[in-house]
Each structure stands twice: as C-alpha cells, then as structure tokens.
C-alpha cells in the first residue's frame, strides 16, 4: 500500500504489454513514413523527370506556384480591365497543362506495354512448363523483344539477380504501372506461387485473361470514341452560334439601344444594353463549356476525369483564340 502510495506520489504511470506493445508499433509505422518519405525525395533528386513521370500529379507543386506567380502579376497589371479574365484562364492553364501532358504520356506508354503483357505472361509460362524457374523463365524471356515493355522486363531481371524474390519484384512492377490489368495478373500470378502447383496453367490462364481485357478495352474505346467525336462537334457548334450572335445579334441590339435612346423611346432594356457586357458573358460561357467538355470527354473516353484535363486544355485554348482574334 506504501509502494502504490510512492508510485502515484511520484508520478510515475506502468504501462501495460499490450500498451507497450502498440506504443512500439506505432513508432515503428511513423520511422517507416519517414523513410518512405527520404526514399521518395532521394528518388526524386536522383532523376526529378522520371519521379515525376511516373506521378503526374506530382508536378501540381510546381505548376501551381508558377500559375499564382502569373496570376499576382498579372492581376496587379489588368486590374480593373476586361484583361483579368485571361489572366484567369491562363492561370488555369498553366496549373494543369503539365500534369495533362505527363498524364498523357505516361498512359499512352502503359497502353503500349499493356498490349506486350499477355505475350510476355504466355512466353514465361512456357518456360516454366519446360522446367525452368519464375527467375530463370524471366531472365531468358529478357533477352526477348517485348516493345515498351522491354525496359520493365529487363528491370524485373535485374531486381532478381541483386536478390529481390519474384513476388516482390512482380509487385513493385505492378506498383510501378498501377493498373488494373496489370495489377490483376500480378495478384492472381503471386498468389497462386505461394500456393504452389502448376503455376505455367496459372500463367496461360493470366495470359488469356489480359488478352480478353485488352480486347474489351479496345472495344470499349473504339464505342465510346463516338462520345468523345460528339462532344467536340457540339462545343464547336457551341463556339460557332456564339460568335455569329457576337457578330450579329450583339451589334443590332446595341444600334437599337442606341437609335430607341436617341429617339427618347426607347425601352427601358434597349436603352441599358451593353454589348461589351454581354459578349463578356458568352465568353465566359464559352470557357466554361470548354473546360467541363473536357473533364467529361476524358470519362466518356477513358473512364476518369484526369485524362481529360487534356481535352479541356484544348477546348478552353479553343474557347480563347476564338473570341481574341475573331470577336
């Protein structure tokens, strides 16, 4: 009772195993972030285009200072003046262009190595019905001719033989592409290797499995392109009806405005009518449209928002040079 009495006294707190035990584990997970943290910064000094190549979305931390440099500039500038909107957009512009192009770049070379992978998978697990193993089959098929996929195939290759296991290193390649068809494949390959059994069956099955995606991939693309050529039309037609109103309707109103104030009667609406306010907004509707067009093109044609930031750089560049140089 006097000892209990001295611990409380001296404020001393015993902590459980368990509590021990989570304590530990939690300062274990925040040395991991930490690490994962210095990894991903020494990867990015060691080769900044490919970090960011394969993030895209990374590179928003240097295009978005860049964009609000342009914007305090230029607001301090056109402050006060019809200016302010193109600064505006291209402030937007600036923002997102970098991650368009690097997104677009990135998924055109995944589809590309997407279409060499049921080969690659059909060629490994040949090798393995013949007797080799997964490291070996990988090896051998490095030698091989794969397109894009060639640099990724030699990778794995070389991660093996600095000793890095064959699931790991599948993993990582998976990591690397992130998506689903190749992360599939890798799930069902590694999987059944940790079971054991036949894993050369495992490997045609995946084999087939990535050549039918590919195929309804290639379908789906080929039905939804249809979308994709309609929402361009309908935005140019959009453009098309706003200019001929910019350039006609706009200036018949403004001259009965006029000639209705002159004469003293006039409407009320007529005689307020302000065409520099009124092809302001149609602009504004027109960047608008562009920059949603573009957004729902990119889900329509290949099923996320991101891939379509491509779209709205164009039909908002559209959108621009239209009522710049023809208004």
């Known amino acids: 009772m006097v000892a209990k009495d001295e611990m409380q006294s001296s404020g001393e707190v015993r902590l459980s195993e368990s509590q021990l035990r989570e304590l530990e584990d939690n300062l274990i997970a925040?040395?991991?972030e930490k690490i994962k943290v210095n990894v991903k910064l020494k990867e990015f000094l060691k080769n900044p285009y490919e970090y960011?190549?394969?993030?895209?979305?990374?590179i928003v931390f240097f295009s978005f200072p860049l964009a609000l440099i342009f914007f305090i500039v230029g607001m301090k500038f056109t402050w006060g003046t019809a200016l302010i909107d193109d600064v505006v957009i291209f402030t937007v512009l600036i923002t997102i262009t970098p991650p368009a192009m690097l997104h677009y770049k990135k998924r055109r070379i995944i589809k590309k190595i997407e279409e060499y992978m049921p080969n690659f998978l059909r060629d490994i697990g040949e090798m393995s019905r013949a007797g080799?193993?997964?490291?070996?089959a990988v090896a051998t098929v490095a030698k091989g001719e794969y397109g894009d996929l060639s640099k990724e195939v030699k990778l794995m290759n070389a991660s093996m033989s600095w000793g890095i296991s064959f699931e790991e290193t599948l993993e990582?390649?998976?990591a690397r592409m992130n998506t689903p068809l190749i992360t599939r494949s890798v799930a069902l390959?590694?999987?059944a290797n940790r079971a054991g059994g036949r894993v050369s069956s495992v490997l045609e099955a995946a084999a087939r499995d990535a050549s039918e995606?590919?195929?309804?991939?290639r379908e789906r693309s080929g039905n939804m392109i249809v979308y994709l050529v309609i929402i361009y039309m309908a935005f140019f037609v959009f453009i098309f009806v706003i200019l001929m109103l910019t350039a006609t309707f706009i200036p018949t109103m403004a001259q009965a405005g006029n000639a209705a104030a002159a004469a003293g009667a006039g409407s009320q609406f007529l005689g307020a009518f302000d065409p520099d306010k009124f092809t302001r907004i149609l602009f504004h509707a027109a960047v608008i449209q562009g920059f949603v067009s573009g957004l729902v093109a990119g889900q329509l044609g290949e099923g996320e928002f991101f891939a379509g930031l491509k779209h709205s750089v164009i039909l908002t560049l559209t959108a621009w040079i239209a009522f710049t140089f023809f208004v």
Do not use: A, D, E
């Open 172 to 174: 990582n390649f998976s």
């Open 132 to 136: 080799l193993t997964l490291p070996r």
């Open 52 to 58: 960011l190549y394969s993030n895209p979305s990374y």
């Open 189 to 191: 390959i590694t999987q």
């Open 30 to 32: 925040l040395g991991l």
């Open 213 to 217: 995606i590919k195929l309804l991939q």
